[in-house]
């Protein structure tokens, strides 16, 4: 089955810097990358996601770069803010499931201190 | 669009007593949702897949007797936890998709508390 793995498990950055998360995935028939963010107690939350067709995907400031080759997709998140802190999850979708399940990364807990 | 609502949002119950958990695509059509489980601090780990009119298929490891999952409409699946134990508290999220799309929506969580 699919793995996918995350990397910092935490990531503490100034405001104003930017912060970079990466995940490995090991099933090369994924064909979809979302991200979600989840604060404290809450549902997580879709912010971007990019399809196997793609190699890179920006929404202001916040972009996600897909490298099929590698296997790898990364979050990147400019000009940091304090409302950037929460954690976020990659996740892969399995291309051999017909209902669409996603594969979940382990999670990276973002600090933005002021 | 693409709400999903999930009730109640947060349950304390006696050990021994089952717990009915709600979720509902407010807005569309969910003809897949799923159910996961989340510990403090760690990913969401899916329990399993609910199909509308049919079984839900379970995750390895998830026992079928004990998390009893119905998806009788395009709008509503259920999962009941039955004779609850404190090992069994935890925070649990559903989420839907229509058919043929893409992403999953998430419901806002229950927490469940087994004393």
């Known amino acids: 089955g699919e793995n996918v793995e995350q990397h910092p498990s935490t990531l503490s950055v100034q405001e104003g810097d930017s912060a970079v998360i990466k995940c490995t995935y090991s099933d090369s028939a994924s064909n979809y990358f979302p991200w979600y963010k989840q604060e404290l107690g809450k549902r997580p939350q879709l912010i971007i996601d990019i399809r196997s067709n793609v190699g890179e995907k920006k929404d202001q400031r916040i972009a996600v770069t897909l490298n099929k080759t590698a296997k790898h997709f990364s979050l990147h998140i400019t000009e940091t803010q304090p409302e950037d802190s929460a954690v976020y999850f990659c996740?892969?979708?399995?291309?051999?499931?017909?209902?669409?399940?996603?594969?979940f990364g382990a999670g990276t807990q973002v600090v933005v201190t002021p | 669009g693409a709400v999903v609502s999930q009730h109640p949002s947060w349950v304390i119950c006696k050990s021994g007593t089952s717990v009915k958990i709600e979720c509902r695509s407010l807005d569309f059509q969910a003809t897949t949702m799923f159910w996961y489980r989340q510990f403090p601090k760690q990913s969401l780990m899916l329990m399993a897949t609910?199909?509308?009119?049919?079984?839900?298929?379970?995750e390895q490891g998830v026992e079928k007797d004990k998390f009893l999952i119905n998806h009788a409409s395009l709008t509503l699946s259920t999962l009941t936890v039955t004779s609850a134990h404190p090992e069994d508290s935890s925070f649990y999220i559903c989420s839907a998709r229509v058919a043929g799309q893409q992403p999953q929506h998430f419901g806002d969580g229950t927490r469940l508390s087994i004393l």
């Open positions: 996740a892969a979708k399995l291309t051999t499931d017909s209902w669409g399940k996603f594969q």
């Open positions: 609910s199909n509308e009119g049919s079984k839900a298929t379970y």
